[in-house]
Structures are given as structure tokens and as C-alpha cells.
């Protein structure tokens, strides 16, 4: 596997591309992870599979607000193009955050997150527009480093 | 101290508010520290001071990235009205998430973080037009809960 960091406009930060769209005719979320790119900024292994974890927190009791994307080979630039649809209505969702995580999953299925992006939905707008955005990533290997300090 | 829970639309969460503008010609990137609302979400105790934690991440060797307003007696509702300065060029600053944690401080001068929200700023405009924003936060006692899950 070879990571191609020619894009100096990505280097140093692993970032996910996300599509949200509320639609309130049917009080659903509509959640859209596009693509990742940069990956390798995670430090990332070889062999590995990478999904992306999304969840609609906190969570409610009633409805699904974890999802998983299909794992995907590594590589520095992965293309996901998967929609998860979240039951809530529109004033219950502003109090909601996205967490986005990149994770890895091994032969025995042990998943370990590597990154994330929060993204808050208090201003979320339920016009039914699609927001379409590229998140940073923060390492979790970065987080743990500065804590020890 | 009574924790004012009237305000229907924000039982439930704890919300900042936050102005980012980014200042081209003096290569600064400012961030205002507005102010908190439905701080009793986060489970805080009486007689505590509460201050707002700010990092621009991952951390630049060469200039501050953490900023602390200064504390406050606990209540549901706080203004701070601090703003903050980090040199940084624009390029770099597309690739840094802003982290902002809500903080108690005992006697002892002990730092605890009960919630906190990431910013990304990925996408984030070299205009010089100020973006003004709520943000929820997640309480770090729901998460530690939901790990342990």
C-alpha cells in the first residue's frame, strides 16, 4: 500500500467528506458519508480495513443513532458514498451532536477508532437543503500524546 | 444557586456560543467566547467556578493554542465576552479542529472538563466576515457511560 501525499493542501490532517439533509415531511435525518482522504495522517497500518462510525448523540432510547459504514481496504483516499437515516423530529435533533469516527476493524473484529470529527446540530436547518462539508480529523493517538503532558 | 430550566428549547443540552473571524492581513485567527447556556445539563455541582478551555488543534509548536477564560460562579446561563488571539497562517488554519471544553475549577485549583464541543475548520472563510454560532456540547459523564456499555 503506498500513500500518496502529493496533495500539500491535505497533508498533516485526515479528513471525512459528510452530506446532512433533514427532511420534515417525514421527520427523518439523513446522514451521507461521502469519502475520507488523507488517511494515512491517522497512522494508519498496513492490511487494515477502515469503516466510519456515525452516531447521533446523545442517544435516544426509541431509535437506531449508531451506524456503521461496509469496511473498506486502506488506502489514503476511500470512497464510501453510504446514507443512514436517523427517526427524530426537528427540534429534538438540534439538541443532537454527529460523531464521526475512523475506525479500524481486524481478523477478530475488534474495532479501534483512530480519529474524529464532532460536528454539532444546533443550528441544523430543516428547509430540506442539502449540507455538504469536509471535517478534520483529530487523531486519537494526537489527544492521547497532549494529555500525557 | 437555582438552575433556571424555563427555557423548553434548551432542556436537555448545554450549548456554547462562539464568533470565529479570521483576520488575513494580520494572518490572526480570533475566537470569542460568547457565552453558555443550560449549563445544569452537565451535572455541575454548587459553589463551583466555571471556565471556557480553548485549543486549536493539533497544537502548533511555534504559537499558543490553549485559552482559558477566566472563571465564573456557576449558573445556568454565563457570559464570558473573551476574545482570543492565535497567529496562524490561513492554509495551516484549514487543516486545525477547534476543541472547546467547559471547565470547573475547585479550591485547589483542579481542572475538571464536563462537556465540550469540536469545531472543524476545514471549511472556514478568509473573508474577514465574523461566523456566530451555537454549539452543542456533550457531556463527557454521558460518554464515559456509553463506553462502558
Redesign the interface.
Known amino acids: 500500500m503506498v500513500f500518496d501525499s502529493d496533495d500539500t493542501?491535505a497533508v498533516?490532517?485526515a479528513?471525512v467528506q459528510i452530506a446532512m439533509r433533514y427532511d420534515d415531511k417525514n421527520k427523518q435525518f439523513a446522514i451521507l458519508v461521502i469519502q475520507l482522504s488523507n488517511v494515512s495522517a491517522l497512522l494508519l497500518q498496513q492490511d487494515q480495513k477502515v469503516s466510519i462510525r456515525v452516531a447521533v448523540?446523545?442517544?435516544s432510547d426509541s431509535s437506531s443513532c449508531l451506524f456503521r459504514t461496509r469496511p473498506l481496504d486502506a488506502a489514503d483516499s476511500l470512497v464510501y458514498n453510504e446514507v443512514f437515516w436517523a427517526s427524530i423530529s426537528h427540534?429534538a435533533l438540534r439538541?443532537?451532536?454527529l460523531?464521526v469516527d475512523v475506525c479500524t476493524v481486524d481478523k477478530s473484529h475488534l474495532e479501534e477508532c483512530l480519529g474524529g470529527?464532532?460536528?454539532?446540530?444546533?443550528?441544523i436547518c430543516r428547509s430540506g437543503e442539502k449540507s455538504t462539508?469536509?471535517?478534520?480529523l483529530?487523531?486519537y493517538k494526537?489527544?492521547q500524546k497532549?494529555n500525557r503532558k
Chains 1, 2 share one sequence.
Do not use: D, F, M, V
Open positions: 493542501e498533516g490532517t479528513k448523540l446523545p442517544c427540534p439538541h443532537k451532536t460523531r470529527a464532532q460536528i454539532s446540530l444546533a443550528e462539508r469536509w471535517y478534520n483529530l487523531s494526537y489527544q497532549q
